[in-house]
């Protein structure tokens, strides 16, 4: 357990679906970040968001939204995917909304995506 | 910009060999910090040691140690005496110290270690 918590661990999904990840973090943190790591390539940082803003949108494309009702709290609702948006989704949670800056993420184990 | 590369893509050991897995940063910020991240089969990013610009002692925990060098812009990682659970993929990180810093990462080693 690593203090942040993806839901669900695995998650095999439809072009025409439409589904949501969540991650958990009672660690006191307040900033949070969605990244994205695919087969083969280096871990993409999707978005950001310190004290519920988001502050950062690294050009996704708008079939992922991305929600923070409240500090402990991260979604990341999916619809009408791409088989080629098949990857690792992590979440993670870092102390300062300077996020970095010596303090480092702590992140969570992830929810593996498939789409069909 | 802030810029990580590790140039080693995959190793592969038999267990109790030693491996150094190499990190070169680049950075204009006199602070700024390193990191370290193993990442097991499981997926989790699992955090091994953080260091700062200011702090060029090496460090050593159990079988790990790291050495950060300054004049070189590199933050190496070895493993001694490797065993089979140090198999993962192994992410290196720099953060710059200015406000809105974010991590940057490595594209990771993948280490496999063979009994």
């Known amino acids: 357990e690593t203090g942040v918590t993806q839901t669900p661990r695995h998650l095999v999904m439809g072009m025409t679906n439409k589904k949501s990840l969540k991650c958990e973090q009672h660690?006191?943190?307040?900033?949070m970040y969605w990244y994205k790591q695919s087969a083969k390539k280096p871990l993409e940082l999707m978005f950001v968001?310190?004290?519920?803003?988001?502050?950062e949108n690294n050009s996704v494309p708008s079939r992922f939204s991305p929600e923070c009702p409240n500090s402990s709290h991260l979604f990341l609702h999916l619809h009408t995917l791409q088989p080629e948006d098949s990857a690792l989704y992590l979440c993670?949670?870092?102390?300062?909304?300077?996020?970095?800056?010596?303090?480092?993420?702590?992140f969570g184990s992830g929810t593996r995506l498939t789409v069909v | 910009a802030q810029k990580v590369t590790q140039a080693q893509t995959e190793i592969s050991v038999v267990e109790k060999e030693d491996v150094t897995l190499d990190c070169v940063y680049e950075?204009?910020?006199?602070?700024?910090?390193l990191f370290w991240y193993k990442q097991p089969p499981s997926g989790e990013l699992v955090f091994l040691i953080r260091?700062?610009?200011?702090?060029?002692q090496n460090e050593i925990s159990g079988r790990y140690s790291w050495n950060f060098q300054k004049s070189t812009s590199s933050f190496n990682f070895t493993i001694t005496a490797s065993q089979v659970v140090d198999s993962a993929v192994y992410f290196c990180?720099?953060?710059?110290?200015?406000?809105?810093?974010?991590?940057?990462f490595g594209k990771g080693i993948t280490l496999s270690v063979r009994p």
């Open positions: 990180a720099l953060s710059e110290g200015g406000a809105n810093s974010k991590l940057t």
């Open positions: 950075t204009r910020d006199t602070t700024y910090y």
């Open positions: 660690l006191g943190h307040n900033a």
């Open positions: 968001y310190n004290f519920k803003e988001q502050t």
């Open positions: 993670a949670s870092s102390l300062l909304s300077t996020g970095g800056s010596g303090y480092g993420y702590t």
């Open positions: 260091r700062n610009s200011f702090d060029e």
